[in-house]
């Protein structure tokens, strides 16, 4: 995998190197982080005194969070180096009004250590990520939050959508909150066999395979192993086993 934090492999003359830079760098790199594929929306209605959520398209699909090639110049640098995904985003359903002096709040319930959720266009953090709150109140227009991870694996985040006091988002009495759970992978096929996550595929790396390795069945991936499920079904068995060797020998090449 690229790094653009690493020195460029191979031979470069002084003159091309220069040129090359001044080239190439300003295009490679984006002023605005991807969304990572199409959108996909939590439907917020309002009737009566009932908030409901519901969730558009498949509510078990694990959202891909993916690593690109680019850095974000502040305050979208938080996402630098992380796998990550823009896809879920808030939206109104049907014609609905927020009461006077009330807002709807977003609070997280429980969610997988490491991920990190960050405010749509301030990138503040939410949901207890770098100690930011762990309740948000949403505009109730279109809102697409950034969701980062470090780490292959899965992740889920489980959240409490309600009707609040504000401006401090104290639960209002008499109204009925919805939750909603939100899923998200990053596959091991964004840096196969390299479990260090340090760039590339060695000694270190099948050391940690060995330790990650499971048997079929078991259902029970330690967190620290998600890069080794390379076929991401709960085990680290032989299936996974001829992946890594497979991973190995690309890196040999
Ligand atoms: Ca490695
Ligand atoms: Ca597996």
């Known amino acids: ?6 020195p460029v492999r191979g031979r470069l003359s002084g003159a091309f190197a220069v040129a090359l830079v001044s080239v190439v760098v300003p295009a490679t790199f984006a002023t605005a982080p991807q969304l990572g594929g199409e959108m996909k929306h939590m439907f917020v209605t309002l009737a009566g005194n009932t908030v409901f959520v ?19 110049d502040p305050p979208a640098d938080v996402l630098n180096g992380a796998y990550y995904s823009g896809r879920y985003g808030w939206l109104a359903q049907g ?14 319930l429980d969610q997988t250590e490491g991920l990190r959720t960050f405010e749509a266009l301030t990138f503040s953090p939410l949901f207890g990520t770098s100690g930011g709150t762990a309740s948000w109140r949403w505009s109730t227009v279109m809102v697409h939050n950034w969701y980062a991870v470090d780490r292959c694996g899965k992740y889920e985040a489980r959240y409490r959508v309600y009707v609040g006091d504000l401006p401090d ?9 919805a939750t909603i759970t939100l ?4 596959l091991p096929e964004a840096a196969p066999g390299d ?3 340090d760039g590339d595929v060695t000694i270190a790396d099948f050391a940690a395979f060995q330790r990650c390795f499971t048997g079929a069945d078991t259902q029970a991936v330690p967190e620290t192993c998600g890069c080794a499920d390379f076929d991401g079904d709960d085990d680290i068995d032989l299936v996974d086993a001829d992946a890594f060797v497979q991973a190995w020998n690309d890196g040999l090449e």
């Open 183 to 186: 899923r998200w992978q990053v």
């Open 54 to 72: 519901s969730i558009q398209g498949d509510p078990n699909e694990r959202v891909v969070l993916r690593r690109y090639d680019e850095s974000y």
């Open 169 to 177: 988002g104290t639960p209002t009495d008499g109204f009925e909150s």
């Open 195 to 197: 479990l260090t996550d």
């Open 1 to 6: 995998m690229m790094d653009l934090n690493r």
């Open 95 to 108: 014609f609905w009004t927020v009461p006077t002096g009330k807002g709807i709040f977003v609070e997280v």
